[in-house]
């Protein structure tokens, strides 16, 4: 006969209770069965804690097994006193359930922490709570003691954390022997520590962001002599901690079970290295940076198809980030836009719900999988599609379904780590796009487990704050538009209005001049397939930056500019465009130092430092901030925009940037196919 699993339960202790006085006697019994290692608390102290319900009382089977002592001494903190089991009932997670209990019940406290003298050994038990040691301290013992401070992290991110999460750069977590290169003195011989350290150069700043899985705090804290533990431990102090997420043991396992099976047998220290990886890809970072050898070799051939991360040496990612020899598309925090595809998906696919399960949010997976089955099971009005690159990655997953004139966005969800933020924008605009082709008339996103960013993201787009949604439409209504005449009520407008455009209005208005090459990158333009870019990838960023000689300081802003794509310089004749092939909205101008313009501005433009200064003069730059490009459907040739150019007396040729009349954008945007019966 099959025993029946002990049940298991934990909950306050209720000081005015039926059985309130048994209980405590029940708890007194237990703490003096394991006084040696809790040590001395007078009653007094248990029947305050009992009063503030901060005793939990763990049950098995009916009966008091064990207890949680807690106290709140800071308003951020939930120190655990004294964490107690009865050595029968050991190994039943009762130890867990009591601290889960509290941790609930203070749902505003952000951090847990215990005290405990590091000769009890029982580290192990800690760890299984998911703590982990942050410090230490000398103990009260007479023939002297050293207490670890073990601590984990609960509640509400933290600001640090927010911030760390919403970042638009790479997330890269450091392995221990990484951490340990960065933060240990030249005293200690560290192999190839030259390596790990170009991850602090001037050049790396503002490319990514470093953190640590917690799991390093437990690697560290066995690091000798005490001397360099503690300066590592400080130094850590630096870095924002990812945050451990509930599935880390069982994804930690599953890793574990992917190794070749001879190189687990060989170094058993790839379980330790699964919990660093585990709470990296919960995480949703980008990298996994590591010295470990055995760990590259073991992950090397599917930890970056199966769960979107690269496991690299330090070296290998400085090479990622360095930026390539020759102008390339442009790239928005280093992710490109090229090579991004949609993908329509007919059937449920499990390893596309665990690339975009909300694991910070603690989503159950049986809840998304119901989600997305809902949506394949109206394949006639819904669509379930995913954006990926030529690599396999995953970068946004959308469910959509048109009834009506209403499209629902049931799903909406981009990948972990540096992916969200940045195309969080253009993800938005993609719906837009294929509401209008549905000929919706609105949009309302219902998406459960809606990310933090994407929110502010649809909240600066337009949708409603409460509702989350908006009214859409290609062609502004002339009723709402009619009061609109400034530069900046236009501006303002076609901002929130996307892809609306209100002609007949006094805008000022800039034509300016670009060669190919950088029209490629800076606008999107492609001189092989004119439209090119609505069928590929996303555009990544909604703002961008031209760099020019400051030849022209007076621009009236807001503006538009219209860009004509010209001839690269040496290139033959044929290859020339000579044609007006996109518009966007100027949203800034300033003549800037050349330093200032390269530090503040190179990520969200084309040119390499050396090419921003060819083109300063006197050590001074222009920078021309511009954002919502759209290329032009049917892009205008010389000979028809020559004809135009004359009509709002502008002479061509056209070989620098020059200002004309609005009513030259009005006309040009009216030459589009269809643009009237829109």
Same mark, same amino acid.
């Given at each position: 006969m099959v025993r029946a699993s002990p049940t298991v339960v934990a909950r306050a202790w209720d000081s005015d209770g039926v059985m309130a006085a048994a209980e405590f006697s029940r708890v007194i019994s237990l703490h003096r069965g394991s006084k040696a290692t809790l040590g001395h608390l007078p009653f007094a102290a248990f029947e305050e804690a009992g009063r503030l319900g901060h005793l939990v009382l763990g049950i098995v089977d009916g009966e008091i097994e064990g207890y949680v002592l807690y106290g709140t001494p800071r308003h951020h903190t939930l120190k655990l006193v004294h964490v107690c089991v009865n050595p029968d009932t050991r190994g039943l997670g009762l130890a867990r359930s009591m601290v889960e209990f509290a941790v609930a019940s203070n749902p505003e406290r952000s951090t847990i922490t215990a005290h405990c003298r590091s000769d009890y050994g029982i580290d192990d038990f800690w760890r299984s709570l998911d703590m982990t040691p942050s410090n230490e301290r000398p103990g009260r013992a007479r023939k002297g003691s050293t207490l670890t401070i073990w601590t984990r992290r609960i509640g509400q991110l933290d600001l640090l954390e927010e911030a760390l999460y919403a970042s638009s750069l790479p997330l890269a977590v450091l392995d221990s022997n990484v951490v340990i290169d960065l933060y240990s003195s030249d005293a200690v011989d560290r192999h190839d520590r030259q390596e790990s350290l170009g991850l602090t150069e001037d050049w790396v700043v503002g490319l990514l962001e470093l953190s640590v899985s917690p799991e390093v705090s437990v690697d560290v804290n066995g690091f000798t002599p005490e001397a360099e533990r503690k300066r590592i431990q400080s130094g850590l102090g630096e870095l924002v901690p990812v945050r451990r997420g509930s599935g880390m043991r069982s994804l930690a396992d599953a890793?574990? @079970?992917?190794? *070749? *099976?001879? #190189?687990?047998?060989? /170094? &058993? &220290?790839? !379980?330790? /290295?699964?919990?660093?990886?585990?709470? #990296?890809?919960?995480?949703?970072?980008d990298y996994f940076v590591t010295r470990d050898q055995v760990l590259l070799e073991a992950t090397r051939d599917w930890i970056q198809s199966e769960h979107g991360i690269e496991v690299v040496r330090p070296v290998q990612l400085l090479q990622r980030l360095i930026p390539p020899s @020759?102008? &390339?598309? !442009?790239? &928005? /925090?280093?992710l490109e836009s090229v090579g991004l595809s949609w993908h329509r998906i007919a059937a449920s696919d499990p390893t596309v719900e665990e690339a975009f399960l909300d694991y910070v949010g603690g989503e159950k997976a049986t809840f998304f999988r119901k989600q997305l089955q809902a949506i394949l099971a109206k394949p006639a009005t819904s669509r379930l599609e995913m954006l990926a690159d030529e690599r396999g990655r995953r970068w946004a997953l959308l469910g959509t379904d048109v009834s009506g004139d209403v499209m629902t966005v049931s799903t909406i969800r981009v990948g972990r780590g540096r992916l969200g933020s940045t195309i969080a924008f253009q993800l938005i605009r993609h719906i837009r796009a294929l509401a209008l082709a549905g000929r919706a008339t609105s949009i309302t996103v219902k998406e459960p487990s809606l990310a933090p960013m994407l929110r502010t993201a649809l909240e600066a787009d337009g949708f409603d704050s409460t509702t989350l949604s908006v009214a859409i439409a290609s062609r502004p209504d002339d009723a709402l538009t009619a009061e609109l005449t400034s530069a900046e009520e236009v501006a303002g407008y076609e901002r929130m209005n996307w892809p609306q455009l209100i002609l007949d209005r006094d805008v000022p208005l800039w034509v300016i001049p670009i060669q190919p090459t950088y029209a490629r990158g800076l606008i999107g333009y492609n001189d092989t397939l004119l439209q090119g870019r609505d069928k590929q990838a996303l555009g990544l960023a909604r703002e961008f930056v031209y760099f020019g000689a400051p030849t022209i300081r007076?621009?009236?802003? *807001? #503006?538009r500019a219209l860009w004509y794509v010209t001839k690269d310089d040496g290139a033959k004749e044929a290859t020339a465009v000579r044609a007006l092939v996109a518009h966007s909205r100027i949203v800034d101008c300033a003549v800037i130092g050349v330093d200032d313009a390269v530090e503040q501005y190179r990520s969200f433009g084309v040119l390499k430092e050396r090419e921003i200064r060819a083109r300063s003069r006197k050590d001074k730059v222009q920078v021309l901030r511009f954002e919502d490009t759209h290329i032009l459907d049917a892009p205008v040739g010389r000979r028809t925009l020559d004809e135009i150019l004359k009509k709002y007396k502008v002479n061509p040729p056209l070989l620098?940037?020059? #200002?004309?009349? *609005?009513?030259? !954008?009005?006309e040009i945007l009216r030459l589009q196919p269809g643009y009237e019966s829109r």
């Open positions: 890793l574990v @079970a992917q190794m *070749p *099976p001879d #190189a687990v047998r060989r /170094d &058993s &220290s790839l !379980f330790n /290295d699964a919990k660093h990886l585990a709470d #990296a890809i919960l995480a949703g970072a @020759a102008l &390339s598309e !442009f790239r &928005s /925090d280093l007076n621009w009236s802003l *807001p #503006a620098t940037t020059r #200002a004309a009349a *609005p009513g030259l !954008f009005d």
